[in-house]
């Protein structure tokens, strides 16, 4: 064989090496980008967290479990750990189901939370009907006691008291403040702190960007903290809309609520692409409307103009998220796809709701894609 021919193939092996090493780093290039997920692209900014309903706590989701330990690090508990099913008898705990839950969170390394110690819905009968302030006392005590003790260092953080306060930031009439008086929100903190002082303790509740509502809040906490209650965060809860609350609101929010000294977490984020009903208010859970073609545009697929307009809301609410990272400790998901989220039955059962980042089918969508963009590069 010649010398130039020698040479040529030379050429041409090179050639051929360097192709496949140039090909070699676009894969290598697009592998890193499909393992980017929402969970590392912000471990360094705030936990990723979702709620999660029985079918995913006992693990008969498969690939709703996938997903889950895929792309988040924080677990909230949609019902299971709410009054009227974990405590349905004044003598009787049932924890079966958050036993699994609290499980499934240790096994995987999660924030796990505790969701909710004190509220006014999904209250078992004996409590709703209780009118004797001692023995409702009682029961408060006995509820938060056994269960906190229960899950001591194991839940990381409880939302104490949810959804105290009416749209005007005074006290909602519920059957507590009704029967214990306004000193039953010191009364609950008093207690969970007492029986896990590491656990963090947060108020939790909705239409948190509105300003009568938040100005109710700060003087809550403000109240507690003058009487040297613990109370570690604010959780908002993040049921909304494409237009509203504005992102001024939003941002406001979250400013004067960790200007209080504590830490805010985004708690149940979910955004409707749905009318609703004028005169609904947050998520109040008794509510539900006749639905209607009008009610539910969308019973098929969203269109793709709607698509976009779901994805930029999604990455300008998480741009302020980012902004103030430094007081944030969580932004939870109310649930993990379009086909597990509440709101395709509230206000109006039936109806086709896209409000998450993942579809029906647990594939990611365009929010998905604008919220993960902020974090890629």
């Keep these: ?48 967290g979702v709620a999660i309903n029985r079918q995913l706590i006992e693990e008969r989701d498969s690939l709703g479990v996938q997903l889950l330990i895929k792309e988040f690090n924080a677990i909230s508990p949609e019902n299971e750990m709410k009054w009227m099913n974990i405590h349905p008898q004044p003598d009787s705990f049932y924890f079966d189901i ?7 969170g240790e096994n995987n390394d999660m924030f796990t939370l505790g969701h909710t110690l004190v509220w006014h819905s999904q209250l078992a009968d004996y409590m709703a009907q ?11 005590k006995d509820h938060i006691n056994t269960i906190v003790n229960r899950y001591k260092g194991k839940i990381d953080a409880w939302d104490v008291v949810n959804e105290a306060l009416n749209e005007d930031g005074t006290l909602r009439e519920s059957v507590f403040l009704k029967v214990l008086g306004e000193d039953y929100i ?17 108020y939790n509740d909705y239409n948190l960007c509105n300003p009568e509502k938040r100005e109710g809040v700060v003087r809550l906490v403000k109240r507690l903290q003058e009487k040297g209650i613990k109370i570690d965060g604010v959780g908002m809860q993040g049921h909304w809309g494409l237009t509203q609350p504005s992102l001024a609101e ?24 749905l009318p609703n009903p004028w005169d609904l208010e947050g998520a109040e859970v008794s509510q539900n409307f006749e639905n209607s073609e009008k009610m539910n545009p969308y019973p098929d697929e ?3 103009s709607v698509k976009i307009q779901l994805a930029q809301r999604y990455k300008d609410i998480f741009k302020i998220f980012l902004k103030h990272k430094d007081n944030m400790d969580r932004v939870t998901f109310w649930g993990i796809n379009d086909g597990n989220t509440w709101l395709n039955n509230w206000p109006i059962r039936g109806r086709s709701n896209y409000p998450l980042l993942f579809d029906r089918e647990y594939l990611p969508k365009k929010a998905y894609d604008s919220v993960l963009a902020l974090k890629a590069n």
């Design 1 to 48: 064989m010649n010398t130039n021919r020698k040479k040529g193939m030379f050429l041409c092996f090179m050639g051929i090496l360097i192709m496949l090493h140039a090909c070699g780093e676009k894969n290598t290039s697009k592998d890193t980008q499909e393992v980017l997920t929402l969970q590392k692209a912000f471990s360094n900014d705030f936990l990723i």
């Design 186 to 202: 010191e009364t609950a903190f008093q207690l969970a702190a007492s029986a896990d002082p590491d656990v963090k303790l947060l």
């Design 98 to 104: 958050s036993d699994k839950y609290v499980a499934l």
């Design 302 to 304: 969203l269109p793709d």
């Design 130 to 140: 209780t009118t004797d302030s001692t023995l409702m006392a009682d029961y408060l």
């Design 250 to 273: 939003i941002e406001k929010s979250i400013k004067a609520y960790s200007d209080l000294g504590v830490k805010v977490s985004i708690t149940e984020l979910d955004i409707t692409v």
